[in-house]
């Protein structure tokens, strides 16, 4: 039967993923507010996804969006027979520094973080501890099928991603036509099919 963890983004509602078609597997959309205690950073949440994988019924696939999906990269450099698929949406396997992002998260009123996966001070405290974090050397131990998801239409995602599934044994790249950086239905479309 197996198990799909879904590892959201932290700037994007959680809720795009509650009713995603998953076959005949479990569908688990991970609670980081569950998982660890807040505030928290990069390493302890890494830690404690990887203990959710080992916990979880096998097989387990991974999706994970956006911040979500470097989250999803590093558990899988680490868990070697483990894990059935990796799914990975606007994936990056090197993070940025983020000054740009936390400009603007700062500016944000903390009723804007209600629909996503964490409140406005943990966000922040993540973003801040994942900065500067490269998996480049890692990836030549992520030894499942990798499925690479980017909009036609993200200029920003576009380059990490084609560079990933290059990089990757397994890595297997789709272009989602009228996607831009968040979710669409066709994204959930192709993620769906990939799973039936």
């Known amino acids: 039967m197996g198990t799909v963890l879904i590892f959201p983004d932290l700037a994007s509602p959680v809720a795009v993923w509650d009713d995603l078609a998953v076959g005949h597997r479990q569908r688990q959309v991970v609670d980081y507010r569950q998982l660890v205690e807040e505030p928290t950073d990069f390493d302890q949440l890494t830690a404690a996804a990887i203990a959710l994988v080992r916990a979880t019924p096998q097989p387990v696939t991974l999706l994970g969006h956006g911040f979500g999906a470097f989250l999803a990269l590093a558990v899988a450099t680490t868990q070697f027979g483990r894990l ?113």
């Open 84 to 196: 059935d698929r990796l799914l990975l949406v606007t994936p990056a396997y090197q993070l940025p520094s983020f000054r740009g992002r936390l400009a603007n998260l700062h500016l944000k009123r903390q009723g804007a973080f209600a629909s996503t996966a964490l409140g406005k001070k943990a966000t922040l405290q993540l973003y801040q501890t994942a900065a500067n974090r490269d998996l480049t050397n890692q990836l030549m131990h992520v030894q499942c099928r990798v499925e690479i998801y980017c909009g036609e239409q993200d200029r920003a995602h576009r380059g990490p991603a084609e560079d990933l599934y290059r990089r990757l044994l397994e890595g297997h790249l789709t272009m989602v036509p009228q996607m831009g950086t968040q979710v669409t239905a066709g994204t959930r479309a192709a993620i769906a099919e990939s799973l039936r």
